[in-house]
């Protein structure tokens, strides 16, 4: 599970982070990024009823999603806010597939150290 204080919660900074940060998209996946003067890289997971109209299911990729992002948390740099989205085409996903994109994804948007 993701520790607490790597998580994004606020509306707030959801909104900054739409309004002012950067954009990097692959196949079904996107993330904006935005530096911050947080020392740690927090990150947070919107998937909503456009994603699917059953809770179970956003609940599932939502946890793939934080699993994955566990996994490469280590070699993130830090001081970044992140927004990991997906796309409502992306169903049925695969933790196999998904840790890789993101990956991908890190790397595309220079994120990695």
């Known amino acids: 599970m993701l520790p607490i204080e790597h998580r994004l919660t606020r509306r707030e900074d959801f909104r900054l982070i739409y309004k002012n940060g950067f954009y990097a ?26 994603y699917s109209k059953k809770a179970a299911d956003r609940n599932r990729v939502r946890r793939i999603l934080r699993e994955a992002t566990r996994i490469n948390l280590c070699l993130l740099k830090s001081g970044y806010d992140i927004v990991i989205m997906t796309s409502p085409r992306k169903k049925d996903p695969q933790f196999s597939e998904i840790a890789a994109i993101l990956k991908k994804l890190f790397i595309k948007a220079n994120l990695f150290i």
Request: hydrophobic share 35%; net charge positive.
């Open 25 to 50: 998209a692959t196949d079904g996946l996107a993330i904006k990024f935005l530096k911050t003067d947080n020392p740690r890289t927090r990150i947070g997971f919107p998937v909503g009823k456009n």
